[in-house]
């Protein structure tokens, strides 16, 4: 195991590149099992994720090439098998292998997810989908099984706003006979990218990214060719880090649409930011006001950008209060970030940030996205080195993470443990 070393202080400064969406990327790789024939994806991250998950499309029988960006995904030959444990339990994103497993077999048997257990995860959302599609699912010692004789479009209201749920109803319901309405979906950008592939592979999706999904089930789909939308998440953990360390970075390959939240709670911060094309310049300044941050459903401030945004709120004067309504305890970092000699409170759903410096200390990454909060908070130190352990996490969702903030003049460096 490796851990992250940190010397702080040093303002970011320059460009770096965007790679594309993890969240996309793990819903659009088993979305290429329901083609017959080669699916091409580019702009593909280099994540630990997408490596796991390449290897489970192998399992299956896939054909996989993947050089630089460029996947090929050729699953004409592919099986249907069981995978009630191994390398689906390392991934949280496995269950979309439900979904399209169900639509291209009418039948699946996935071991539970595993990925970042911050809190329970529950996927009773995507088994109602399953369910309401004809198929009947049951919970064999930790796997579900799933199976349909046939798969028949039906109207289904999602009692919680699920990006999961909502992909693998599209996954399945794209094979179904007849019509499926997906209502209270979620409208996520990665959504609209796995319809956008869907639709080039054939599938009838109309509405995705709205709050009601319609799909049209056709019999067969078909390879394609189909470019990722950038990393939200990782766009705006740059954001953040270019903020804390008071640096000034151009966030390339991004859509500034999809940081809307973002940036707007920046600017209320005093950060300035300036929207391009297909980037965003991040210019820090001396001092930052305290604001409150809900996190929430898109188009809200992305609950997977509040442990990065906890550090950088240590940087404003005053008390900040951050609330997640996505997850109502994802604050793992909270803990590390004190033993840092920040002023944290947490309160029900709520994190209360008194601003103040940091020191450096030896913390522990307990899932991605603490993570990156943690490598935030040791680039604002100055004094001593920061040593983030858990690095396993941030591959899961940084590629090129130390190579990237090294070119923005950060001292940065990986070390065994
Ligand atoms: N929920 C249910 N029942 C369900 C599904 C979800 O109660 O059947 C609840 C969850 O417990 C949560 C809320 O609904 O409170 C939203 O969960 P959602 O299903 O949207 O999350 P997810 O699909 O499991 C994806 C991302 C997460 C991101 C969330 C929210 C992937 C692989 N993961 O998870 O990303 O936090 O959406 O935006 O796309 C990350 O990248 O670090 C990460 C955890």
Redo the contacts with the bound molecule.
Sequence with gaps: MEKLMIRGGRPLRGTVQISGA???A??LLPASLLAESEVVLDNLPRLS?VAVYSEILQELGGKVTWDGGVMKIDPSSLQSKPMPNGRVNL???S??LMGALLGRFGEATIGL?G??N???????????GFEALGATVTNDHGSIKISAKQLRGAKIY??????????NIMLAASKAKGSTIIENA?K?P?IIDVATLLNSMGAKIKGAGTETIRIEGVDSLHGCRHSIIPDR?QAGTYMIAAAATRGDVLIDNVIPKHMEAMTAKLLEMGVQVYELDEAIRIVGGPSYEAVDVKAL??PGF???LQSPMTSLLTQANGVSVLSDY???N?FKHVPELVRMGANIKVEGRSAIIEGGPLNAAKVRAA???AGAALTVAGLTVADGVTEVTGVEYID??YDFLVDNLRKLGADVWRENE
């Excluded at 329970?120 to 995507?126: G, K, L, V």
């Excluded at 706003?161 to 992909?167: N, P, Q, R």
């Design positions: 993890k969240n996309s793990v819903a994720d991934l949280r994103a269950y979309y997810p990925g970042c911050f809190e329970p995860r529950p996927i009773d959302q995507h088994i109602k999602l009692d919680v706003v699920s990006v999961g749920a909502t992909i979620a996520e990665e998440i459903v898109y992305a609950t997977d996505v997850y109502s994802r899932d991605l996205r899961r969702g």
